[in-house]
């Protein structure tokens, strides 16, 4: 079974990669066993954050203001995991919006995994919650500013340590890293062309147009557009 691994967690702003940002960035890396270093990065945002993504976290919109830019969090997050195996609770969840990122940077990012959650599902008994909050509570594990980043990072990797020692034995199979599969698509920044005609809409007809609108994709202004000439009809 692996001792040397990257145990990681991200926070986001809703639950779809093609559509919502990530918040928090959050990596330890392990070695036979031992936490050896951390990373962590909160993400400037260019929209709001939903109320409900602040109070599960405790992130405000002033907190998120004194972050990094994605780009550069997500950069130096892939240095520090480098070509680690990787370790996470749900991890694909975690994995799409960074495969979403490499795919829109031409990031080559394939990696193989194991799922605390999957492991979880497997060994605990049936009448077990599975989420992390649960596990840290099962296997009396002390949590910590929970739905941050880092600190959910470092209780997964705890876990994950448990898990090896109550149920590994004679189970190494389960334990092994598995290829994670996630499709994604490029997504292309909203034209120039998109953009002004989203402001002549504003301007023109009681549309309210979503606080980021000027950094949709592409997909994202069209789909605007057409939703905005079935309500309005034609600019004129």
């Known amino acids: 079974m692996i001792e040397d691994y990257a145990a990681i967690d991200l926070e986001m702003t809703g639950l779809c990669a093609k559509t ?12 036979k066993g ?11 945002q260019q929209g709001k954050i939903p109320e409900e993504v602040t109070n599960l976290t405790g992130i405000t919109e ?4 004194s972050g990094a830019e994605l780009d550069e969090a997500l950069e130096a997050f892939f240095l520090f995991v480098g070509e680690e195996v990787l370790v ?27 799922d605390t959650l999957k492991l979880a599902r497997k060994f605990l008994p ?6 992390l909050e649960n596990l840290c509570r099962y296997f009396q ?7 941050r980043a880092l600190d959910d990072a470092l209780e997964t990797a705890e876990v994950f340590e448990k898990l090896k020692e109550v149920y590994g034995k004679g189970n190494e199979e389960a334990f092994e890293p598995k290829p994670l599969q996630y499709r994604a698509k490029k997504q292309s920044p909203a034209t120039p062309l998109q953009i002004s005609r989203l402001k002549k809409y504003a301007a023109h007809y009681p549309a309210e147009l979503p606080e980021n609108f000027e950094g949709m994709t592409k997909s ?17």
């Open 126 to 131: 049936e009448g077990e919650k599975k989420n």
């Open 34 to 44: 031992k936490v050896e270093d951390t990373f962590s990065a909160l993400i400037r």
């Open 88 to 114: 996470g609770q749900n991890i694909i969840f975690d994995y799409s919006f960074l495969k979403q990122w490499a795919v829109n940077h031409n990031y080559p990012f394939e990696r193989k995994a194991v």
């Open 220 to 236: 994202q202004a069209s789909r605007l557009t057409d939703r905005l000439i079935a309500v309005y009809g034609k600019l004129p």
């Open 62 to 65: 002033e907190m998120a203001a």
């Open 20 to 31: 919502d940002r990530i918040l928090e960035v959050g990596a330890v890396r392990v070695r």
């Open 141 to 147: 594990i002390e949590r910590q500013n929970a739905h």
